[in-house]
């Protein structure tokens, strides 16, 4: 074996244990998670660390349901993700069709404002978008004028249309329309067919891997959002999963096995959507960037 073959073996066996040991480092607080939520209370912070708990109980899980109504906070995410990702799959495909395929006078402004939008951290426009939906005229008791009542505020509607077109769907959607030929357009406007419908039934069936994608990504952020259903919904019927796993923090205390319980049932719809969507997935990322 020549020295160039050593060397070559060498950096294959150092790569895989560098990459197992990340692996393992990334999977160790899931675990840690998942383990918790069996163990006994008295055994989650028992020192050393017992990875393998003596006995499993599900008394973690029974407390994360009887604590809080996590079936109506499951309903309520899902209600919110679930129309979130239906507004940014129509609103961000038609937008980023429009960017793509049509020529239009304003087409390179309107695209450059919206990759500096992209830019602009969310917790920056939280307060404007707040001052807007508390006084949106004639909605939530408010007059003409949008004073008197309180708009948006504690509606799902307030928590709906604030990302109804988010800058990212637009701008995904128009790098995945760049890859498609524009002759079917072209033939389709030469038969007399309408621009909607041409983006409807000729352009839009070619995006499902992008729609797949998109629908993961817009679902993930929908169902993890905590901080702006905090500050629009007060009222405990509408709160959502996240909201409801703070009844686990009180008094500076957390009960961490009903938290862990609550945590990872948060996580399967996340993760049944995903295996549902995978075979699209890779797909959308790598065709959505191939042309700029």
Same mark, same amino acid.
């Not at 951290?121 to 949008?146: E, W």
């Given at each position: 074996?020549?020295?160039?073959?050593?060397?070559?073996?060498?950096?294959?066996?150092?790569?895989?244990?560098?990459?197992?040991?990340?692996?393992?480092?990334m999977f160790?607080? #899931? +675990?840690?998670?998942?383990?918790?939520?069996?163990? =006994? @209370? /008295?055994?989650?912070?028992?020192?050393? *660390?017992?990875?393998?708990?003596?006995?499993?109980?599900?008394?973690?899980?029974?407390?994360?349901?009887?604590?809080?109504?996590?079936?109506?906070?499951?309903?309520n995410?899902?209600?919110?993700?679930?129309?979130?990702?239906?507004?940014?799959?129509?609103?961000?495909?038609?937008?980023g069709?429009?960017?793509?395929?049509?020529?239009?006078?304003?087409?390179?402004?309107?695209?450059?404002?919206?990759?500096?939008?992209?830019?602009?951290?969310?917790?920056?426009?939280?307060?404007?978008?707040?001052?807007?939906?508390?006084?949106?005229?004639?909605?939530?008791?408010?007059?003409?004028?949008?004073?008197?009542?309180?708009?948006?505020?504690?509606?799902?509607?307030?928590?709906?249309?604030?990302?109804?077109?988010?800058?990212?769907?637009? #701008? +995904?959607?128009?790098?995945?329309?760049?890859?498609? =030929? @524009? /002759?079917?357009?072209?033939?389709?406007? *030469?038969?007399?067919?309408?621009?909607?419908?041409?983006?409807?039934?000729?352009?839009?069936?070619?995006?499902?891997?992008?729609?797949?994608?998109?629908?993961?990504?817009?679902?993930?952020?929908?169902?993890?959002?905590?901080?702006?259903?905090?500050?629009?919904?007060?009222?405990?019927?509408?709160?959502?999963?996240?909201?409801?796993?703070?009844?686990?923090?009180?008094?500076?205390?957390?009960?961490f096995?009903?938290?862990?319980?609550?945590?990872?049932i948060?996580?399967?719809?996340?993760?049944?959507?995903?295996?549902?969507?995978?075979?699209?997935?890779?797909?959308?990322?790598?065709?959505?960037?191939?042309?700029?």
């Amino acid at each position: 074996m020549n020295a160039y073959s050593v060397r070559k073996a060498v950096g294959t066996v150092l790569f895989y244990i560098v990459t197992v040991t990340i692996s393992v480092m990334m999977f160790l607080p #899931f +675990f840690w998670s998942l383990i918790t939520s069996f163990k =006994p @209370s /008295d055994e989650i912070f028992s020192m050393p *660390i017992k990875w393998i708990p003596s006995t499993l109980t599900l008394e973690h899980y029974r407390s994360a349901f009887t604590t809080v109504p996590f079936g109506l906070y499951f309903w309520n995410s899902f209600l919110l993700a679930a129309a979130g990702v239906l507004a940014n799959l129509f609103f961000g495909s038609i937008s980023g069709y429009a960017f793509a395929k049509l020529n239009f006078k304003l087409s390179k402004p309107l695209f450059r404002i919206l990759l500096a939008a992209m830019m602009i951290p969310g917790i920056v426009t939280m307060i404007p978008s707040f001052y807007v939906l508390k006084h949106f005229p004639l909605i939530g008791g408010n007059d003409l004028l949008g004073g008197g009542g309180n708009g948006f505020l504690n509606s799902f509607w307030g928590i709906i249309l604030p990302g109804a077109s988010g800058s990212f769907a637009v #701008f +995904f959607m128009r790098q995945f329309f760049l890859t498609l =030929p @524009s /002759d079917m357009m072209e033939m389709a406007r *030469i038969e007399g067919c309408k621009e909607f419908r041409i983006f409807w039934n000729i352009y839009l069936p070619l995006t499902k891997p992008a729609l797949a994608t998109l629908s993961i990504f817009t679902f993930q952020a929908g169902w993890n959002s905590f901080l702006w259903p905090m500050i629009i919904l007060n009222d405990p019927e509408k709160a959502t999963v996240q909201m409801g796993l703070q009844a686990f923090s009180y008094n500076h205390q957390t009960d961490f096995g009903p938290m862990m319980a609550g945590a990872l049932i948060a996580v399967l719809p996340i993760l049944v959507l995903f295996l549902l969507l995978q075979k699209y997935f890779v797909q959308g990322i790598a065709f959505s960037g191939v042309k700029g």
